[in-house]
Every structure is written in C-alpha cells, then in structure tokens.
C-alpha cells in the first residue's frame, strides 16, 4: 500500500512513532509561527512550562499583523511583547507591522516556506501553505509554547481527502469559488481532523495566489492541513524563489489509500458567496443577486494578494463605487501593496472610490479598521462570516471572491461580476 | 474522575468568534474573558454560568479559530467541561491542554436539555442526564494522560526537568 503526501511529509518530521495515518507521532516542525494575538500567550505558557530559553530561535517566526497599528494600549502592549521576546531570544524572523504584513502571505514571500515542510502556526490559517506543496498546520497557543520549548510536538497523522480538479474554469471563477464550493458541498465539518489534497490538470489554472485562497480555507472545512501537489506551477514558483534548502517534492502513491476521493469539473463552477452566518451556506451568486451591501472589504489572508487585487481593478477600472456603500482595500503585505502602487491598482481602486488600508487583520476577526454596526451587510473576500465575526452580532457578511466584491462596490448590491465588467 | 453539573445547552457549530468575540483578544485574563463568553450568541450567559456548570453542544463545538482565549473564558467562569456530539480539532486540542475535559457523547449530548444535570465519568467513559447512561467515545491514551495529568503544561515541565537532568 502506498503512502499519502501528508504521511510522507510527517515521515520525514517524525522523531518518535508510525507516521501513518489516524496514528499519534511527535514529530519536529520546520518553522514555529506565532501572531500578537497567539503569541503573548505562548511566551506565558512557555515560560510556565519552565523553559528560558527556545529550542531553536531560526525555527520561530513572529508577525505583529492582528491589531496593527495598534487601535490602543492594550494592543500595543502585546506587540512590546512580541518585540521583547523577539530580542531577548534572538528571533531573526520578526516582522513589525512596517515591515511584514499578514502572516500567511508573509512567510511564502520572504521564504519561509518550501515545498515539503511542515509549519505549525498559532493561527487557524497556517493551512494556506498547502498552496506550496508544505503541511502547515494550526494550533493554539499551549500548543505553540511546548513548539518553543522543545521544538516537537505530538500530532495525529489525517486522513487525506483528495480532489481530482478537471476541467477549464469559466470567468470571473476563481481559487475561492472552487474552495467555497466544496465548503457547500461537503459541510463546514466535512474534512475535520483529514488533509484536503488537490491534484488534477486543472490545478494548473491556478496561479500561486489562488492556491493560496483554496488551502486557506481548508480549516473552514474542518481540515487540520491541505495540499496542492506539486506540478510545473510550483516548480516555476521554487525556481523565482531560490531556495538556498533542499526542495522536496512530495506527492501520494498512486495506490495510496484515500479516505474519500472526488473529481471537481471547474466547467460547473460559477462565482459562489457563503452567505450569513456560516462558510457552509454557499450559493451562487446569481441566486442571491440584489442584496444590498453597506461595505465591501477586499483582504485578508485568503484573498488580499496582487492576483486579487488585480481582479478587483479589473472590475472597476473607470467606474464609480456605488452611494452609499465604503469600499475598503488592505493589501496583505507591504510588498504587495508597493507592487500595486507600481502596476496603477490603487490608483484605479482609489479613483473608483475605495480606500487603501496599511497591511493588518483588521477587520476580518472584528478587530478594526472597518468594523460593521448593527444591520449592516458586508461583501468580505476574508474567510469567515460567523456570527458577530466582522462587528456587531446581528450585522451579516457574504463571502466572495474579488471580482464579485468590487462588483458589489460598484452595484451597490449582490450582483453577477459579468455585469458590472462587461 | 467524576463530574456533575448543570447543563447549559447550545446547537450546533458553536465558533470560537462567538464563544469569544475578536475584539477582546487583545486581553487573555480569564475572569476578563469570561464577562464575555458566549456574547455572540448568548450575551446573558456569564450571568447565568455557575462554577462547576456543564456546557453541552452539538456537532462541531470550536469551530474556527485557533484563539485559545476561547478555553480562558469557559475556563474563567468555571465551566468543568463540555459535552457535544463532536468537537473542531484545534478548540479540542487546546481544552485538552488546559485540562478542560472534552466529551464526545452525542447520544448523551442529543438528550441534555437546558437545566439538566450531568455525570460525567471520565474513567468509565460514561455520561449520565437524567438518570439514563450513555456511552462517552474513549480518549486516546495520550490525550488521557495529559487531560487527567492536568494539562500541556505540567507535562511539558516534567520532560524538561527529564532532560536537564539526564544533561546534568
């Protein structure tokens, strides 16, 4: 019987057991990611642990990304934190909210993840390096403060759930469309505690950033990691990013033993939104067409990269966000919103009347810098739409992709992207 | 280890948002955590919440995101464990840790009503709502043993002092 990509990654991490599936081993993680949310209470659990010192400081990589700039004392007091630890430990990889941006996108643009390793994060979205070929994995922060301590960690090797993607994709599709759609299908516990593996010729369709928004959503799922098995767009990615590390390819056995298996035809896919107030209750856009909206938000780390942005500008090059409606723009990172700048996004998205917030969580967790009052809707590309998630409990949030969020801007309401574009 | 309480009954899919909305984790007290637990869904529930209460859900509990704040604030008001049909992997992993027990008994949880009082017996694997026994999915020995041990963190502690010893 073969072997599964998420058993071989865990193979090759694996200190102390049988890295098979549904079996516990205590396996050594690649980089130990923690936020200024996860993070303050980690250095406390470490520190209760009896641990001075971490394991491996190259390992750790801190981001201050959730409540930055700070929005007040108590905020900027855990980003002293993290700034404290930091340069007590000798932690190389720290990013001040000046210097980084959001996490997830981060990492895979400085380097910090290669095909092959396993990241574990204090953050639910550390699946999204599925996206590179890497299991990333996340925890919370006792969890994260054992990471520190001792660098190993007991897992339970999943289950993998794959998909075989076939097909072309139609317009205005994306990344995102093909994940919610599998949300929908499958149920928001539909993967829990499994691997969620993408492999098929239709993969190719999708560029690094899109993969990025498929795997971040895995844990919408249930997931406890995802994977994109490496083809010639991973390759083409590793090659641009010049690894100074080996790159291991890793991809299941053809006779490896799948817990569930499914072809998606990306022929069928048509722009989705997950409406209030669950990532499980996606219909197509059409469906809900007229809603209308108070904000759009275009974010994230499942869909704030330049492929979204690109999009968005797409949308409303020469056009006016409705009355009535704030469209809001927060480039993932300071790298992206730069190349933005360079390539006239913003100048488009600004004439259009959006506004360009720094790098930041922001809004999506209900944090700042854009959160909703009572009855209000927003179009969100961000990743979850709970109760409550972006402001107040009885305000509602659809989830999109970009194109369907700049359309919404533009319409004032729900509406097909093909619309607004044309 | 036995425990008994008074059941607080919640649905399906409870998230960490709700059980702790983003705005408070700038702050990671427990008693400030709880004055807030369950707003989302329930803004009256820290009110009603005595120590030693029992929280019972359906299918998925946790779900979301990884903020172990959520386990500070049940854990603030005192709540001795959760019982639901099942549970999200992260919000599982992290009661685990800080020692509050997880109890995967959907019979049990589909019979609870609000009010109810529970047994739980972690050694048996059994959890009792009204005089009627339902069984209790059994803890890995790993998990068992961090969970009746009191969590990550005493754990982790006796491996350290392992090893400086062993270097010592």
Redo the contacts between chains.
Sequence with gaps: MGLTAAEKIFEAHTVEGTPRAGQ?VTARVDRVLLND??G??AF??MR????ERVADPSRVVLVND??VPP??V??A??LTVMRQFAREQGIEHFYDFTEGGIEHTLLPERGLVAPGELIA????HTCTYGAFAALGT??????M??LL??GEL?F?VPHTLRYDVVGSKRPFVSGKDLILYLIGRFG??GA??MCMEFAGDGMAQFNMDERMAICNMAVEA?A?TCIVEPDEVTRRWASGMAFNRPVREVRSDPDAEFAARHTVKLDELVPLVACPH?PGNVRPVEEVRGVRVHQVYIGNCSNGTLTDLRQAAQVVRGKRVAKGVRAIVVPATQAIYRQAMAEGLLAVLMEAGFIVSAPTCGAC????MG?LDRGEVAVATTN?N????MGH?ESQVYLANAYVAAAAAIAGELVAPQAVAA | MVLEGRVHKFGDHIDTDVIIPGPYLTQSDPAFLAQHCMEGIDPDFPRRARPGDVVVAGRDFGTGSSREHAVLALKGLGIAAVVAESFARIFYRNAINLGLPVVTAPEAARAARDGDRVRIDLDRGTVEVNGQVFPAAPFPPLLQQLLLGGGLVPFVQARLRQASRSAG
């Design positions: 516990f949310v996860s303050p209470v406390r659990q209760a642990m009896g641990a959730h409540f929005k007040d108590a905020s007091a855990n994060g204090g953050d639910s996340g925890l919370g922060s006792t969890d403060a054992a301590a001792l007991w339970q928001v516990d829990t505690y249930g406890k669950s967790f209900g944090g700042h959160v979850r709970f109760r409550g998630r409990p």
